[in-house]
């Protein structure tokens, strides 16, 4: 399967700072997934890069995939409170691999 | 619309005793399904998948199994459960190999 390392492990900011994690493989990924998981929750889909270098946004949120389809980041510009949750990466293929998550923490 | 249904939602079993998590999905066909284990604060360990009936791919050797009697049904089971078996056990699915991953609500499992 695809194995991908995600940094940092925790990120604790003051609300509207901004948060950025990072997703990376060793080998070429077919495409990339993120999911948030809320405390207490299940992950739930966020979006899907297929594309080298392709970029997506979604309100505050914005997704990266590099140029060598190798590394991915996901934005989030002015933090809320409710951003709160771990945010996972995962290589797609059969096999389904996540990172080990970013735990994000939000202080009011 | 497809939902997932996975039970029980917490569950608190003895060292030793055996364990039958089921999961369910309705409104879809031929789903790969997916069984991942979740330490306290820590990432999502893939256990099992399941492309088909009857096809199971394990990920960790263990004291775990799955099972995929029916299109739509994923059984993980255990004879004897481990302390180090507690944590938060998800199902998924999807169509494909690239689509998106649905999770279930989880069960939370403590080992005493």
């Known amino acids: 399967g695809q194995q991908v390392m995600q940094i940092p492990q925790y990120q604790h900011v003051q609300e509207g700072e901004d948060f950025t994690t990072y997703c990376n493989s060793s080998?070429?990924?077919?495409?990339i997934q993120w999911y948030k998981q809320r405390p207490g929750g299940h992950p739930v889909f966020l979006i899907q890069?297929?594309?080298?270098?392709e970029v997506k946004k979604q309100k505050r949120l914005t997704f990266q995939f590099g140029e060598a389809k190798k590394n991915s980041s996901l934005h989030i510009t002015a933090t809320q409170t409710t951003d709160v949750g771990t945010y996972f990466c995962?290589?797609?293929?059969?096999?389904?691999?996540f990172g080990a998550g970013t735990r994000l923490t939000v202080k009011p | 619309s497809q939902t997932i249904h996975q039970w029980p939602a917490t569950l608190v079993q003895p060292v030793g005793s055996p364990l039958s998590l089921e999961c369910t999905v309705e409104?879809?066909?031929?789903?790969?399904l997916y069984w991942y284990r979740q330490a306290a604060g820590r990432g999502l360990q893939l256990l099992f998948y399941?492309?088909?009936?009857?096809?199971i791919s394990s990920e960790v050797p263990q004291n775990l199994s799955a099972s995929r009697p029916q299109d739509r049904q994923f059984i993980l089971s255990s004879k004897k459960l481990l302390l180090s078996d507690s944590g938060f056990y998800l199902c998924?699915?999807?169509?494909?190999?690239?689509?998106?991953?649905?999770f279930g609500n989880g069960t939370r499992l403590t080992v005493t």
């Open positions: 998924a699915w999807r169509t494909g190999l690239n689509g998106p991953l649905h």
């Open positions: 080998t070429t990924l077919s495409n």
């Open positions: 890069l297929v594309k080298s270098g």
């Open positions: 995962a290589g797609s293929g059969n096999d389904m691999r």
């Open positions: 409104g879809t066909s031929n789903p790969n």
């Open positions: 399941s492309v088909g009936i009857g096809q």
